[in-house]
Structures are given as structure tokens and as C-alpha cells.
Nanobody
């Protein structure tokens, strides 16, 4: 059973930084491709960043150069470091993986960028 638990959301001012964490269950975490998605009010959920098992990364154009995804396989954790944050980054952020053709999602963590 795969379980994903996000943490680290909160309120941050424009231009500020925040780190999200996603702790995963399972002894084969190191093989999983991990993603961060976000969903703003009234909008569809969108892919923000991806990290593969060999640590390759990919980002949405809207966050390139500001966000960094990383993973620590010893801790079964994936991170999203968010810098130079903007009001449009306000959303619920979700951790995700797909394993054996099944999607797994965390419960989400709220991120609000506001002065």
C-alpha cells in the first residue's frame, strides 16, 4: 500500500520561500517517479515538477528557475523548494506517484502567497 503525506504548506509573502515535503511509505520508493501537482481555486490540477528514479527533473514553465524538486531515498521523501514566490503560486499542492498503473495522491497542503 502506497501512502503519501505532504507537509510544509502555509502563508508566505510575495518573493518569499517555502519548502514542501512528501513522506512516502514503501520500501521501493527509490524506483518511483514522483511528482508535485497543484490546484488553484476554480482551476484544473496542473503538473508542477517531476523527479525520476535516476534524479532527472522536469518543471512547468511557470515555475522554472524558481522551484526545485529533489528526493532523499534514505528518508523516502520528496521535496519541493519554492523561491521567489508569486501570488499565482497560491494553490493546494499534491504529491503524486503512479505505480503499477495506479495513481496515488497525498491529501494536499495549502500554500498561500499574499502580503
Amino acid at each position: 500500500q502506497v501512502q503519501l503525506v505532504e507537509s510544509g504548506g502555509g502563508l508566505v509573502q510575495p518573493g518569499g520561500s517555502l519548502r514542501l515535503s512528501c513522506a512516502a511509505s514503501g520500501t521501493i520508493f527509490r524506483f518511483w517517479v514522483m511528482d508535485w501537482y497543484r490546484q488553484a481555486p476554480g482551476k484544473q490540477r496542473e503538473l508542477v515538477a517531476t523527479i525520476t528514479s535516476d534524479f532527472s527533473t522536469n518543471y512547468a514553465d511557470s515555475v522554472k528557475g524558481r522551484f526545485t524538486i529533489s528526493r532523499d531515498n534514505a528518508k523516502n521523501t520528496v521535496y519541493l523548494d519554492m523561491n521567489k514566490m508569486k501570488s499565482e503560486d497560491t494553490a493546494v499542492y499534491y504529491c503524486h506517484t503512479n505505480w503499477i498503473r495506479r495513481d496515488y495522491w497525498g491529501q494536499g497542503t495549502q500554500v498561500t502567497v499574499s502580503s
